[in-house]
């Protein structure tokens, strides 16, 4: 007998395709204003230049939007999603053709019949199982597994959303598979292709009447019509309109890592602004915006975020979803935003490591929302007590310690038997090396600096630094928000080094480097001291010679920096490994994986009250569970509190840390 398509049957006097028509007019209505209120409030955000550098742009697209590289960094998780996702793209053919099955009055698309036809209702069939197994293994390994990443601040509760969306899902396969099953179970007609979903449905249907199959294929088709449409219109309501946002949101992400945006992208002097900072939601920028949109609570952010790790009230994923609602319901002038729904506590908790950012499948960002936060709150004054005496004492001697300029280089008449030329207006030299605050004044870092010096020396480099005329880099003042002092220090710093010739800065500080390269203007010529020596090395300029200690194993701590930041992680390996005797272990958590020392950026100066430990010490048992005894770093704040946590933990006398640069000269 022929099948009759249920969009060809009458009901209650009203033909089938008219149903049709009126279910797609009154979804596609329902969710286009759904959309334009959302299109509303991403117009309502401020200028973001994202435009440029199409071809990364588009590659990027490929990368972590089509093939989902960073989907397998979770690897259960990640097979779940890629299943679903591929299964999306294929199956999205088969709803649309189903909607105009129904609203031709059961109209097939030529092109799927044929030979193309059976091709294509083969691999959906093959799909529409695939997709049905992943989802029940989603919601099974909900249930039993119940990964804490996916709570929203521990409430399993709120989880209903994703349980109804993979049941959504669930329910489109199975009543798609008894579309397929009922007209196959009803019908002599001929095959469609392979259909092993179909098949299977209608094996449990053999032996009922093949009116049966005509009523089981009448029923599915119209429930899967309005699960479709009700499932379209849940979509921009809350986590899952990530499907439609996610790949805009990888195609406009930041391109490079590291640096901060400016105050408002388009205005050149920040003087020029009413306010510098985000203390509304349209303060943020279309794509932080956006963000709000694409963020699929996946929890990976929260994960890999050491601020959360520690205890501190910081979660980013929360962070995100709080935003998201807040946006949603417009309670904008009920509650303040910064400092409100977004605490103090929270918006300082954050180190600016990018672990978040680094883990992020769909490209959320972080950091500079956090520091849009801060320069709202250092511009209401609502910092902590602590940041003003540092802040003041930077404007006034250029440096976080209140110490005279004059002494800036004091440091240098500590290396034996070694002149270190400071430079002055018009002199040249081979190598500039930027000392920065920490490793003029700081005892304990100074040796490092003292190491460099060596380092230089012993290579025959031609090198001088900038002593008194050397100012604070200004990396930790512009992501505390200080973006006027900041621009100061930026200024005089500029003003120097233009009068001043050299080939290439070296820094000791990943932090100064950091902001040398990606906040300072025009493209100085800047490396950390480990990219500079690496070749040295390799080459014999600079030769390690004598063997470590015996019995030591080393561990290398990857400050974020370096590595996340700007992707130096072989370098200060390959230095390692050239050092004799060296006994190199890996932590669990190392490379783009690496866990925050805790004491770059604004950290160092303000204790986060409810933290249950410290994010070195926490780094600390990382490194000992790995196995070693000797942590090295080549970061000076990375030293400063992981030496810190070693006493605090009273491993002083097992554990020790030391710079990368220190090793390297005790060797020579
Ligand atoms: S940047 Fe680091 S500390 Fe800040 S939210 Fe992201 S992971 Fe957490
Ligand atoms: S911000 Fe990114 S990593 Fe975090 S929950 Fe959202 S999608 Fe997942």
Same mark, same amino acid.
């Given at each position: 007998?022929?099948?009759?398509?249920?969009?060809?049957?009458?009901?209650?006097?009203?033909?089938?395709?008219?149903?049709?028509?009126?279910?797609?007019?009154?979804?596609?209505?329902?969710?286009?204003?759904?959309?334009?209120?959302?299109?509303?409030?991403?117009?309502?955000?401020?200028?973001?230049?994202?435009?440029?550098?199409?071809?990364?742009?588009?590659?990027?697209?490929?990368?972590?939007?089509?093939?989902?590289?960073?989907?397998?960094?979770?690897?259960?998780?990640?097979?779940?999603?890629?299943?679903?996702?591929?299964?999306?793209?294929?199956?999205?053919?088969?709803?649309?053709?189903?909607?105009?099955?129904?609203?031709?009055?059961?109209?097939?698309?030529?092109?799927?019949?044929?030979?193309?036809?059976?091709?294509?209702?083969?691999?959906?069939?093959?799909?529409?199982?695939?997709?049905?197994?992943?989802?029940?293994?989603?919601?099974?390994?909900?249930?039993?597994?119940?990964?804490?990443?996916?709570?929203?601040?521990?409430?399993?509760?709120?989880?209903?959303?994703?349980?109804?969306?993979?049941?959504?899902?669930?329910?489109?396969?199975?009543?798609?598979?008894?579309?397929?099953?009922?007209?196959?179970?009803?019908?002599?007609?001929?095959?469609?292709?392979?259909?092993?979903?179909?098949?299977?449905?209608?094996?449990?249907?053999?032996?009922? *009447?093949? @009116?049966? &199959?005509?009523?089981?294929?009448?029923?599915?088709? !119209?429930? %899967? +019509? /309005?699960? $479709? #449409?009700?499932?379209?219109?849940?979509?921009?309501?809350?986590?899952?309109?990530?499907?439609?946002?996610?790949?805009?949101?990888?195609?406009?992400?930041?391109?490079?890592?590291?640096?901060?945006?400016?105050?408002?992208?388009?205005?050149?002097?920040?003087?020029? *602004?009413? @306010?510098? &900072?985000?203390?509304?939601?349209?303060?943020?920028? !279309?794509? %932080? +915006? /956006?963000? $709000? #949109?694409?963020?699929?609570?996946?929890?990976?952010?929260?994960?890999?975020?050491?601020?959360?790790?520690?205890?501190?009230?910081?979660?980013?994923?929360?962070?995100?979803?709080?935003?998201?609602?807040?946006?949603?319901?417009?309670?904008?002038?009920?509650?303040?935003?910064?400092?409100?729904?977004?605490?103090?506590?929270?918006?300082?908790?954050?180190?600016?490591?990018?672990?978040?950012?680094?883990?992020?499948?769909?490209?959320?960002?972080?950091?500079?929302?956090?520091?849009?936060?801060?320069?709202?709150?250092?511009?209401?004054?609502?910092?902590?007590?602590?940041?003003?005496?540092?802040?003041?004492?930077?404007?006034?001697?250029?440096?976080?310690?209140?110490?005279?300029?004059?002494?800036?280089?004091?440091?240098?008449?500590?290396?034996?038997?070694?002149?270190?030329?400071?430079?002055?207006?018009?002199?040249?030299?081979?190598?500039?090396?930027?000392?920065?605050?920490?490793?003029?004044?700081?005892?304990?870092?100074?040796?490092?600096?003292?190491?460099?010096?060596?380092?230089?020396?012993?290579?025959?480099?031609?090198?001088?630094?900038?002593?008194?005329?050397?100012?604070?880099?200004?990396?930790?003042?512009?992501?505390?928000?200080?973006?006027?002092?900041?621009?100061?220090?930026?200024?005089?710093?500029?003003?120097?080094?233009?009068?001043?010739?050299?080939?290439?800065?070296?820094?000791?500080?990943?932090?100064?480097?950091?902001?040398?390269?990606?906040?300072?203007?025009?493209?100085?010529?800047?490396?950390?001291?480990?990219?500079?020596?690496?070749?040295?090395?390799?080459?014999?300029?600079?030769?390690?010679?004598?063997?470590?200690?015996?019995?030591?194993?080393?561990?290398?701590?990857?400050?974020?920096?370096?590595?996340?930041?700007?992707?130096?992680?072989?370098?200060?390996?390959?230095?390692?490994?050239?050092?004799?005797?060296?006994?190199?272990?890996?932590?669990?958590?190392?490379?783009?994986?690496?866990?925050?020392?805790?004491?770059?950026?604004?950290?160092?100066?303000?204790?986060?009250?409810?933290?249950?430990?410290?994010?070195?010490?926490?780094?600390?048992?990382?490194?000992?569970?790995?196995?070693?005894?000797?942590?090295?770093?080549?970061?000076?704040?990375?030293?400063?509190?992981?030496?810190?946590?070693?006493?605090?933990?009273?491993?002083?006398?097992?554990?020790?840390?030391?710079?990368?640069?220190?090793?390297?000269?005790?060797?020579?």
């Amino acid at each position: 007998m022929p099948f009759v398509h249920p969009s060809a049957e009458t009901y209650f006097g009203i033909p089938g395709y008219v149903l049709s028509w009126v279910i797609l007019i009154a979804a596609l209505a329902l969710f286009s204003c759904t959309l334009y209120q959302r299109i509303l409030l991403l117009r309502s955000g401020q200028p973001d230049p994202r435009f440029s550098q199409l071809d990364r742009r588009f590659l990027g697209l490929i990368r972590y939007g089509l093939i989902q590289k960073k989907q397998l960094r979770y690897f259960g998780a990640g097979i779940i999603h890629y299943l679903i996702f591929t299964g999306f793209i294929i199956l999205s053919l088969r709803s649309l053709d189903l909607i105009i099955q129904g609203l031709g009055g059961g109209y097939e698309l030529y092109w799927l019949k044929g030979s193309f036809g059976g091709f294509y209702n083969s691999l959906k069939d093959v799909f529409e199982l695939l997709v049905l197994a992943a989802g029940l293994w989603a919601i099974l390994r909900r249930l039993l597994l119940q990964p804490e990443r996916y709570r929203r601040n521990g409430d399993p509760g709120h989880q209903s959303e994703a349980y109804l969306v993979l049941g959504l899902i669930v329910f489109l396969m199975i009543t798609d598979i008894l579309f397929e099953a009922g007209r196959l179970a009803s019908t002599s007609q001929v095959s469609r292709g392979w259909l092993p979903a179909a098949a299977l449905g209608a094996w449990t249907l053999s032996g009922s *009447l093949p @009116s049966t &199959g005509a009523v089981l294929s009448s029923t599915v088709y !119209w429930l %899967h +019509l /309005l699960a $479709f #449409f009700f499932f379209l219109n849940f979509l921009p309501l809350a986590k899952h309109f990530h499907i439609i946002t996610a790949l805009p949101n990888v195609f406009f992400r930041k391109l490079e890592k590291g640096g901060i945006k400016p105050a408002r992208w388009g205005i050149e002097n920040p003087e020029d *602004l009413d @306010s510098l &900072g985000v203390g509304r939601l349209t303060d943020f920028t !279309w794509k %932080h +915006l /956006l963000d $709000f #949109f694409s963020c699929t609570e996946c929890g990976r952010c929260s994960d890999q975020c050491p601020a959360r790790a520690v205890g501190r009230p910081l979660s980013p994923k929360m962070f995100t979803i709080k935003l998201r609602d807040y946006g949603y319901s417009k309670e904008e002038n009920k509650i303040a935003m910064t400092g409100g729904l977004i605490t103090t506590d929270e918006i300082w908790s954050c180190t600016t490591c990018g672990a978040c950012e680094e883990e992020c499948p769909v490209c959320i960002e972080y950091i500079d929302k956090m520091i849009d936060l801060r320069r709202h709150l250092i511009e209401t004054s609502q910092t902590p007590k602590s940041f003003n005496s540092v802040l003041m004492q930077i404007e006034k001697t250029g440096n976080p310690f209140g110490k005279p300029a004059s002494k800036r280089a004091d440091w240098t008449k500590e290396v034996p038997g070694l002149l270190v030329p400071i430079l002055k207006a018009g002199d040249e030299a081979e190598v500039l090396y930027f000392v920065d605050g920490y490793a003029s004044y700081d005892p304990r870092v100074q040796i490092i600096a003292q190491a460099i010096v060596q380092g230089l020396h012993r290579s025959n480099i031609q090198f001088g630094i900038l002593g008194a005329r050397e100012k604070d880099s200004g990396h930790q003042v512009r992501r505390l928000g200080e973006e006027g002092l900041f621009q100061n220090l930026l200024e005089e710093n500029m003003e120097t080094l233009g009068s001043r010739r050299f080939k290439q800065i070296v820094t000791t500080d990943p932090h100064a480097f950091n902001t040398l390269k990606k906040d300072y203007p025009g493209d100085l010529p800047v490396m950390h001291y480990s990219q500079f020596f690496l070749p040295l090395i390799q080459d014999g300029r600079l030769k390690p010679a004598k063997a470590l200690a015996p019995g030591d194993v080393y561990t290398y701590h990857d400050p974020c920096y370096l590595g996340r930041h700007n992707g130096l992680y072989d370098p200060p390996r390959q230095i390692l490994k050239t050092l004799p005797g060296m006994n190199l272990v890996e932590m669990q958590r190392c490379r783009d994986r690496s866990f925050c020392c805790g004491g770059g950026d604004v950290n160092l100066w303000h204790e986060i009250e409810g933290e249950e430990m410290r994010m070195a010490g926490k780094r600390v048992r990382m490194a000992r569970d790995a196995g070693a005894n000797v942590i090295v770093t080549a970061c000076l704040f990375c030293l400063l509190n992981l030496e810190d946590a070693v006493k605090t933990a009273g491993l002083d006398k097992e554990m020790r840390v030391t710079d990368l640069m220190e090793l390297v000269v005790s060797t020579i």
